[in-house]
């Protein structure tokens, strides 16, 4: 029963070997090469999307398409607040100022309300809001026809950061293609990886050209080093693209995995008064790259962290949701705008959720076990209040 259960991680299939062998054997061990000009292919077309960047980190990417709304020192980006903090550090990189947008209550992703409001709120500051980063929160996807329609009238430039997204899809199409730029991570806890990596997607391949020049160093195609603009070394291997590919080849079987998992957790546990899930929308197909659970504390009787602590005895990793931005130190002077003026939601979902284990590696047996013990937790603390 001591058996580590994580909560998500890489899910390995037979391909991945082969195509890092055969980088090995043709000696393509560099951030050039076959696979990564297949892998990008691939990924496009998987996507239904014109032109792809392969880089080092799904940060590398949001950093290149900052770059590529031209983004300078003092203009205003809005920004999902509920997300992880490479969401908006790149914002920093660029010198721009970030105003954190709250999410709504159905698909936990931006709020296309609070987005009108930061809109209008930065516009009565005097300035223009620049672009926008919609962040597709674990897998599902944000309401996007609103949020496009808002950012056309205010003219934002949209960047969807669908780093826990790859595969989601909206009305048909698929996360990270319905704004300008779009961006998928490759990180070892991702749906599928590349042991670390990411993806710039656009329909504009004069975009992508210029991007993949900047991730390289931004060298001049001269004989000799010629450099007119700062570059970064931003590429990724095509040691790590063969893994992707390999990993790429059985996306949809990994979605399943993680779609059957979701259903579990909620066929066991939904009906259980205090506790929630995420529930996947008509105009959506979500991932479910992880199933997040909200537990109300006055219902359920138990909190996220007690109940972390109670899965961590039996060697069960569980996270809790992202600590909204607007709550960091680091972002704490930032405007924010929530939901509505009296309930932030990304706030209630941060005190309320937790995230459990969803790896498509995960077995029946050992979903089971992470089941009972959330069992046994939940019918525990709510005997012992209503005792
Ligand atoms: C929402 C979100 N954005 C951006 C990133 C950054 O991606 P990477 O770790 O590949 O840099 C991540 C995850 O790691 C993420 O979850």
């Given at each position: 029963m001591s058996d580590q259960i994580y909560l998500s991680p890489p899910h390995m299939g037979v391909l991945e070997l082969q195509y890092v062998e055969q980088a090995f054997t043709s000696n393509w061990?560099?951030?050039?090469g076959p696979h990564l000009d297949r892998f990008e292919r691939e990924v496009c077309t998987y996507v239904d999307q014109s032109a792809a960047l392969a880089l080092n980190s799904g940060t590398s990417a949001l950093h290149l398409a900052l770059k590529l709304a031209d983004i300078r020192p003092g203009d205003y980006v809005l920004c999902s607040s509920?997300?992880?903090a490479a969401s908006a550090n790149p914002i920093v990189y660029q010198g721009g100022i970030p105003v954190f947008v709250d999410s709504e209550p159905?698909?936990?992703?931006?709020s296309p309300d609070a987005l009108r409001t930061a809109c209008e709120m930065v516009l009565s500051l005097g300035h223009r809001p620049k672009a926008v980063v919609i962040v597709h929160l674990y897998g599902h996807s944000a309401r996007m026809d609103e949020l496009m329609r808002i950012c056309e009238h205010y003219e934002l430039i949209v960047i969807e950061d669908a780093a826990e997204a790859l595969g989601t899809k909206y009305k048909g199409r698929s996360?990270?293609?319905?704004?300008?730029y779009g961006i998928y991570s490759f990180n070892?806890?991702?749906?599928?990886?590349?042991?670390a990596g990411g993806m710039l997607v656009s329909a504009d391949e004069g975009d992508i050209e210029k991007a993949k020049y900047w991730a390289t160093q931004?060298?001049?195609?001269?004989?000799y080093y010629h450099h007119t603009e700062i570059g970064f070394n931003y590429r990724m291997s095509n040691v790590l693209a063969g893994i992707g590919r390999g990993q790429l080849a059985v996306i949809e079987s990994r979605i399943q995995a993680r779609r059957s998992i979701h259903q579990r957790y909620k066929h066991s546990l939904?009906?259980?008064?205090?506790v929630q899930f995420i529930n996947e929308s008509r105009d959506e197909r979500a991932t479910n790259w992880l199933t997040v659970t909200l537990l109300d504390r006055e219902v359920s009787g138990v909190t996220p962290e007690e109940m972390m602590a109670a899965l961590a005895e039996d060697h069960i990793e569980s996270r809790r949701v992202w600590k909204p931005l607007h709550m960091q130190p680091i972002y704490q002077d930032c405007l924010y705008v929530p939901h509505h003026r009296e309930f932030s939601v990304s706030e209630k979902w941060f005190n309320e959720g937790i995230c459990l284990p969803?790896?498509?590696?995960?077995s029946a047996e050992e979903q089971e076990r992470v089941i009972n013990r959330l069992y046994e937790q939940l019918q525990a603390r709510s005997s012992a209040i209503h005792s």
């Open positions: 061990l560099a951030p050039v509920l997300t992880f159905e698909s936990w992703n931006m996360c990270g293609t319905m704004g300008r070892g806890n991702k749906l599928i990886t590349t042991t931004a060298k001049s195609p001269l004989p939904a009906n259980i008064p205090g969803s790896g498509s590696n995960l």
